[in-house]
Each structure stands twice: as C-alpha cells, then as structure tokens.
C-alpha cells in the first residue's frame, strides 16, 4: 500500500502539472492596441499585436468586430472581416506565445476581443 503511493503520488503531481501548464482558454488570446501616431485619410493609425499567452496553440481565432471600419486597408489574410465577427489569419494555427500583428486606422479605436477558438495541446 504504501509502495503504491510513493510512486502513484508524483504520477499524479506530474499529471497535474502537465494538465495545468495547458489550461489554455479563449482569455489567454490578448490583444494589445497602441496608436501608431501615423494618420491615414485623416483617422488615426492603430497598431494591434494579438499574442496566444498559453502553451497550446490555438486557431480558429475570431475577435469580436462589431461596426468594425478602417480607413486603411487590412488584408483578409489576417483580417478577415465576416459580419459582427473577424476570423485571424484564415484560421490558421498560432502557436504557443506567438503573435500577429496589424494596423487599421479609425476613430474612436475598436474594442476587439476575442470571442472564440478552437485549442489544441
Ligand atoms: C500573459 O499572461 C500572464 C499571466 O496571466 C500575464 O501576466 C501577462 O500580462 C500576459 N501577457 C500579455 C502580453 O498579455
């Protein structure tokens, strides 16, 4: 019995580490937006980086883009604007901490937040 826990106890204490370091949900894609100071046919520019902060990758990424309008032109490739909601990067896979990066420009700035995705470990 006890022979069975010394070595039943780290399997579990591993398994919770491993489980807990890929906990990854939607709240763990971030979206930071900063004003360039660049102006595009009169609307101020916005540079946004959009990180996955998780160990897993995540794809299928969509940010709520309500009203969304930009004076500059975003590609579809990375934007792609699809009603109320924005697919990143075709749906593509991003992985563990990495980040995209665009710019748009409109006043006020939109609140993009992201609204789903599918995550894999
Ligand atoms: C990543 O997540 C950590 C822990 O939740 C947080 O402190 C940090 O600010 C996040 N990084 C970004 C770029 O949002």
């Given at each position: 019995m006890a022979?069975?826990?010394?070595?039943?106890f780290?399997?579990?204490?591993?398994t919770l580490i491993v489980?807990?370091?890929?906990?990854c949900s939607i709240n763990n894609i971030n979206i930071g937006t900063t004003r360039s100071g660049?102006?595009?046919?009169?609307?101020?520019?916005?540079?946004?980086?959009?990180i996955n902060n998780c160990t897993c990758?995540?794809?299928?990424?969509?940010l709520s883009c309500k009203g969304f309008k930009t004076s500059e032109s975003v590609s579809p490739s990375?934007?792609?604007?699809?009603?109320?909601?924005?697919?990143?990067?075709?749906?593509?896979?991003?992985?563990?901490?990495?980040?995209?990066r665009f710019s748009y420009?409109?006043?006020?700035?939109?609140?993009?937040?992201?609204?789903s995705s599918s995550i894999s470990c």
């Open positions: 022979a069975t826990f010394k070595y039943l780290p399997i579990l204490f591993l489980k807990g370091s890929c906990e660049r102006v595009i046919q009169g609307q101020p520019e916005w540079n946004v980086v959009v990758t995540q794809s299928q990424i969509r990375i934007l792609s604007i699809e009603g109320d909601s924005c697919l990143l990067i075709n749906g593509n896979p991003l992985n563990s901490f990495a980040t995209v420009a409109w006043d006020p700035p939109f609140l993009l937040l992201p609204t």
